[in-house]
């Protein structure tokens, strides 16, 4: 089992930057990637970015060039720095974990809002 506890989230005006981080707890040992993932009300949960333990990161296109994805393996935390912030990046943000045997696990979630 892998426990996950996110902190960072907040209220922020259009253009500003929060910072998300996330550290894991229990059998870390089996995990390959983290991440995040969001989701705004009425829609479904999307990939934000990953980031393996080879350091190999992915993002999604409305966040390249505006999100940072970083990571330490030992304790293994993950972060994502939000620059230049959006109304539509507000949703609810979930840290993920997932292991080399594919099992995926996930934070409580926190809650970013960007207003105009």
């Known amino acids: 089992q892998v426990h996950l506890v996110e902190s960072g989230g907040g209220l922020v005006q259009a253009g500003e930057s929060l910072r998300l981080s996330c550290t894991a707890s229990?059998?870390?040992?089996?995990?390959?990637?983290m991440g995040w993932y969001r989701q705004a009300p009425g829609k479904q949960r999307e990939l934000v970015a990953t980031?393996?333990?080879?350091?190999?990161?992915n993002y999604v296109d409305s966040a390249k060039g505006r999100f940072t994805i970083s990571r330490n393996n030992v304790p293994n935390t993950v972060w994502l720095q939000m620059d230049s912030l959006k109304p539509e990046d507000t949703a609810v943000y979930y840290c993920?974990?997932?292991?080399?045997?594919?099992?995926?696990?996930w934070g409580q979630g926190t809650q970013v809002t960007v207003s105009s």
């Open positions: 229990g059998s870390t040992f089996s995990i390959n990637a």
């Open positions: 993920n974990a997932r292991t080399h045997y594919a099992n995926d696990y």
């Open positions: 980031i393996d333990t080879g350091g190999n990161t």
